[in-house]
C-alpha cells in the first residue's frame, strides 16, 4: 500500500522568511520563541527549567530544519541527544502574496496564489453600507452587531447578551480576508447561521474575499459563552487543479480530517471526517489511516494551534499542544504500512510572542517520514509547493508548480 499522510499543524512557523519585513513580521519565529519562552519561565516542580520537549519531531529532523530557517540552532534542545535522524527535513518558504490559511494550503498543494486577496482593512465600520443592507435584507435579519475587527472569543462576550436580546447576528472581520458571523446556537439556530453566511458568501465575491466562517457559540452569560465545534467554512475554491483534485481524478482517494474539506472549497475530497479539538482530530486521524486505501491521501488540520494559542497569543497552551501531538506520534507510527509516508508541516505562522493578534509570515517545517524516505537534512526550499510536488511524484502524479525533493530511496512503480 502507498498512502500519504498529512499532519499540519496550523500556523506552526519556524522563523521569518526573507519578505516578512513588507508584513511587519521581520522577527517573528513561532518555533523558536515558544522554545525561548519555555526554557525561561516553565519550571518543573523542583524549579528546573521545564523546556519545549518534543523527542518524536526532533528525531524526525524539526530541529535541523529550524536551524535551516532561522541560521542559528534553537536555543534549548527538543530532546535528549538525537543521535541519529529519522526522517528527511527541511524549511519552506512562501510565494503566494498572502499568508492566510487558504494560501498557505493551497499553495502547499501545488496553487500558490500569485493574486491578492481583498480584505476589509477599517478596524471600525469595517464593511461597506451596500455589502451590509443586502446582507440584512437577503438574510431575513433585523440588523448586525458588530462591523470590526474583533477577536472571536472576545465580540462574543461583548455582543452575545444584546445578539441573544434583538435577533441580530455578530458579523466582524480582521487581518485576514475573512468575514465572520457569529450567533447563538440555539437562540438563533445553527442551521440559520448556515444559511445567512451562504448568504454572506455570495455577496462578499464582488470583493474578492477568501472565506465566510460561521461561529457558532453556546452559553447563558458572557463569562460562560464558548464557541462550538460546528464552525463551518464557506471558501473559494483554488484556481487551479489542487494535488487533492489530481488524485481523485486519478482515481485516488482524500480523506479530509477537521477543516481541510472547507479549505479546498470539498473540492477533491473522497470522505469528511469532521473533528473539533486536538484529542479527536488525531483520534480521527487514526480511524482515517485504518480504513484508507492504496493510493490515499489522509489530510489533517490541526487547527487549534492557530485558533485557540496563536490568534490568543496563549504560549503556554501552545507550547503544551505541541507536546501532546507529540506524544502521540508513536500510534501513528504503529499503523504506518511500508510504503507509507507522513509529512508534518504548517501553513504560515503565528507567532504566540508577536504583537497584535494576525497570522506571521514564516516560512514552514517540512518533515517527512517513512521507509521510503532517506533520512537527510533537505536544502530550503522556495516554494510550498516543493512538498506537494514531492509527494505528487510517490503518488505517480505532477502539479503545475514546484520541484521534486530527491528524498526516497526509489520512486514507486
Same mark, same amino acid.
Given at each position: 500500500?502507498?498512502?500519504?499522510?498529512?499532519?499540519?499543524l496550523?500556523?506552526f512557523g519556524?522563523?521569518?522568511?526573507?519578505?516578512?519585513?513588507?508584513?511587519?513580521?521581520s522577527?517573528?519565529?513561532?518555533?523558536?520563541?515558544?522554545?525561548?519562552?519555555?526554557g525561561?519561565?516553565?519550571?518543573?516542580?523542583?524549579?528546573r527549567?521545564?523546556?519545549?520537549?518534543?523527542?518524536?519531531m526532533?528525531m524526525?529532523?524539526?530541529?535541523?530544519?529550524?536551524?535551516?530557517?532561522?541560521?542559528? $540552532?534553537?536555543?534549548?534542545?527538543?530532546?535528549?541527544?538525537?543521535?541519529?535522524?529519522?526522517?528527511?527535513?527541511?524549511?519552506?518558504?512562501p510565494?503566494?502574496k498572502? $499568508?492566510d490559511?487558504?494560501?498557505g494550503h493551497?499553495?502547499?498543494?501545488?496553487v500558490?496564489v500569485?493574486?491578492?486577496w481583498?480584505?476589509?482593512?477599517?478596524?471600525?465600520?469595517s464593511?461597506?453600507v451596500d455589502?451590509?443592507?443586502?446582507?440584512i435584507?437577503?438574510?431575513g435579519?433585523?440588523?448586525?452587531?458588530?462591523?470590526?475587527?474583533?477577536?472571536?472569543t472576545?465580540?462574543i462576550k461583548?455582543?452575545g447578551?444584546?445578539?441573544?436580546?434583538?435577533? $441580530?447576528?455578530?458579523?466582524?472581520?480582521?487581518a485576514?480576508?475573512?468575514?465572520q458571523i457569529?450567533?447563538h446556537?440555539e437562540?438563533f439556530?445553527l442551521?440559520?447561521?448556515?444559511?445567512?453566511?451562504?448568504?454572506?458568501?455570495?455577496?462578499?465575491?464582488?470583493?474578492?474575499?477568501?472565506?465566510v466562517?460561521?461561529r457558532p457559540f453556546?452559553?447563558?452569560?458572557?463569562?460562560n459563552?464558548?464557541r462550538?465545534?460546528?464552525?463551518?467554512?464557506y471558501?473559494?475554491?483554488?484556481?487551479e487543479?489542487?494535488?487533492?483534485d489530481?488524485?481523485?481524478?486519478?482515481?485516488?482517494?482524500?480523506?479530509?480530517?477537521?477543516?481541510?474539506?472547507d479549505?479546498?472549497a470539498?473540492?477533491?475530497i473522497?470522505k469528511?471526517?469532521?473533528?473539533?479539538?486536538?484529542?479527536?482530530?488525531?483520534d480521527?486521524?487514526?480511524k482515517?489511516?485504518?480504513?484508507?486505501?492504496d493510493?490515499?491521501?489522509?489530510?489533517t488540520?490541526?487547527?487549534?494551534?492557530d485558533?485557540?494559542?496563536?490568534h490568543?497569543?496563549?504560549?503556554?497552551?501552545?507550547?503544551?499542544?505541541?507536546?501532546?501531538i507529540?506524544?502521540r506520534?508513536p500510534?501513528l507510527?504503529?499503523?504506518m504500512?511500508p510504503?507509507?509516508?507522513?509529512?508534518?508541516?504548517?501553513?504560515?505562522?503565528?507567532?504566540p510572542?508577536?504583537?497584535?493578534?494576525?497570522?506571521?509570515?514564516?516560512?514552514?517545517?517540512?518533515?517527512?517520514?517513512?521507509?521510503?524516505?532517506?533520512?537527510?537534512?533537505?536544502?530550503?526550499?522556495?516554494?510550498?509547493s516543493?512538498?506537494?510536488?514531492?509527494?505528487?511524484?510517490f503518488?505517480?502524479?505532477?502539479?503545475e508548480?514546484?520541484?521534486?525533493?530527491?528524498?526516497?530511496? $526509489?520512486r514507486r512503480?
Amino acid at each position: 500500500m502507498s498512502r500519504v499522510i498529512i499532519l499540519l499543524l496550523d500556523s506552526f512557523g519556524i522563523g521569518c522568511t526573507e519578505d516578512a519585513v513588507r508584513f511587519g513580521d521581520s522577527g517573528a519565529d513561532t518555533l523558536g520563541h515558544i522554545n525561548e519562552w519555555c526554557g525561561k519561565n516553565r519550571k518543573d516542580e523542583r524549579g528546573r527549567s521545564n523546556n519545549l520537549f518534543l523527542p518524536n519531531m526532533d528525531m524526525l529532523g524539526l530541529g535541523h530544519a529550524a536551524e535551516a530557517s532561522r541560521g542559528k $540552532k534553537l536555543s534549548f534542545p527538543l530532546s535528549e541527544n538525537v543521535k541519529n535522524l529519522s526522517g528527511a527535513c527541511g524549511c519552506a518558504s512562501p510565494i503566494s502574496k498572502g $499568508k492566510d490559511t487558504l494560501s498557505g494550503h493551497w499553495e502547499m498543494m501545488g496553487v500558490p496564489v500569485r493574486f491578492d486577496w481583498g480584505y476589509f482593512s477599517a478596524k471600525e465600520n469595517s464593511f461597506p453600507v451596500d455589502l451590509l443592507t443586502k446582507l440584512i435584507e437577503e438574510g431575513g435579519i433585523p440588523g448586525i452587531l458588530g462591523n470590526k475587527h474583533a477577536s472571536g472569543t472576545e465580540v462574543i462576550k461583548e455582543l452575545g447578551v444584546e445578539h441573544c436580546k434583538t435577533g $441580530k447576528p455578530i458579523v466582524y472581520t480582521s487581518a485576514d480576508s475573512v468575514l465572520q458571523i457569529a450567533a447563538h446556537e440555539e437562540v438563533f439556530g445553527l442551521e440559520r447561521l448556515y444559511a445567512l453566511c451562504e448568504v454572506a458568501f455570495k455577496l462578499v465575491q464582488p470583493y474578492h474575499i477568501a472565506r465566510v466562517i460561521a461561529r457558532p457559540f453556546i452559553g447563558d452569560a458572557p463569562e460562560n459563552y464558548t464557541r462550538t465545534g460546528n464552525r463551518h467554512d464557506y471558501a473559494v475554491p483554488a484556481p487551479e487543479e489542487t494535488l487533492l483534485d489530481k488524485l481523485c481524478g486519478s482515481g485516488g482517494y482524500v480523506h479530509a480530517i477537521g477543516k481541510i474539506a472547507d479549505i479546498f472549497a470539498h473540492r477533491g475530497i473522497s470522505k469528511h471526517y469532521p473533528a473539533t479539538g486536538l484529542e479527536a482530530l488525531f483520534d480521527v486521524t487514526l480511524k482515517a489511516v485504518r480504513e484508507a486505501k492504496d493510493n490515499s491521501l489522509v489530510f489533517t488540520n490541526f487547527v487549534d494551534f492557530d485558533s485557540s494559542y496563536g490568534h490568543r497569543r496563549d504560549v503556554q497552551g501552545y507550547a503544551a499542544g505541541l507536546e501532546y501531538i507529540d506524544k502521540r506520534l508513536p500510534e501513528l507510527f504503529q499503523y504506518m504500512q511500508p510504503s507509507d509516508v507522513v509529512l508534518i508541516t504548517a501553513d504560515h505562522g503565528c507567532d504566540p510572542t508577536w504583537s497584535g493578534s494576525d497570522h506571521t509570515r514564516e516560512k514552514i517545517p517540512a518533515l517527512f517520514f517513512g521507509k521510503q524516505v532517506r533520512p537527510q537534512v533537505i536544502p530550503p526550499m522556495k516554494t510550498f509547493s516543493d512538498i506537494g510536488q514531492t509527494l505528487a511524484s510517490f503518488l505517480n502524479l505532477s502539479l503545475e508548480n514546484g520541484i521534486v525533493q530527491d528524498i526516497f530511496y $526509489k520512486r514507486r512503480e
